[in-house]
């Protein structure tokens, strides 16, 4: 007789549901970012929103092309650039689509993070807008920018591993 294998016990409807709320809902992300900048840290903060951006963010519509954070004097965080078009079902409470929206972050958390980007070349960058738990969040990174030769040279990195990747694979299909 075969042996049975053990099976995880069966998951409820309370428990599904907390797995989908705890999820990571992905609405935006900034590729030229990354290829542009060398991440030094990463840090989530929270975002504040009015309701109809809320609903557009929702409906899947964000673009974090062109857009930056700035700490102001007074010790607070801002995004700048972020683009969250208008919602088709909103009224004369619709948002502004491109206005500033301020970081919720730790007053520690934004002291760290405007020391370390006070230095040459250094800029902080948002990289990804998702939501967790229903509560929007923002992914910004202290990034350091890349010069161009920079750029060349983790292309040629990136397809030389994969042309290393397709090789090894190939020899694995013929020794097969």
């Known amino acids: ?28 992300r900034n590729k030229k970012a990354r290829h542009d900048y060398e991440i030094l840290d990463t840090y989530e903060a929270g975002l504040s929103l ?13 673009s ?25 079902m909103g009224s004369w409470t619709n948002h502004a689509p491109t206005r500033k929206r301020k970081l919720l972050l730790h007053k520690a958390e934004i002291e760290k993070i405007a020391r370390k980007s006070e230095g040459r070349g250094r800029t902080i960058v948002p990289l990804e807008l ?31 591993d994969r042309e290393a990747a397709r090789a090894m694979a190939a020899a694995r299909r013929r020794s097969r």
């Open 1 to 28: 007789m075969a042996a049975k294998k053990a099976q995880a016990p069966k998951k409820s409807g309370a428990q599904k549901a907390k797995e989908e709320a705890d999820a990571k809902h992905v609405v935006a």
């Open 130 to 160: 998702y939501f967790i738990r229903g509560r929007a969040k923002v992914e910004i990174a202290v990034a350091q920018g890349k010069q161009e030769w920079d750029k060349r040279e983790a292309i040629k990195r990136r397809e030389a």
């Open 64 to 88: 974090l092309v062109d857009s930056w954070v700035e700490v102001d004097r007074h010790g607070e965080a801002w995004i700048n650039g972020l683009n969250i078009p208008i919602y088709v």
């Open 50 to 62: 009015g309701g109809t951006e809320v609903k557009a963010l929702r409906m899947g519509r964000a």
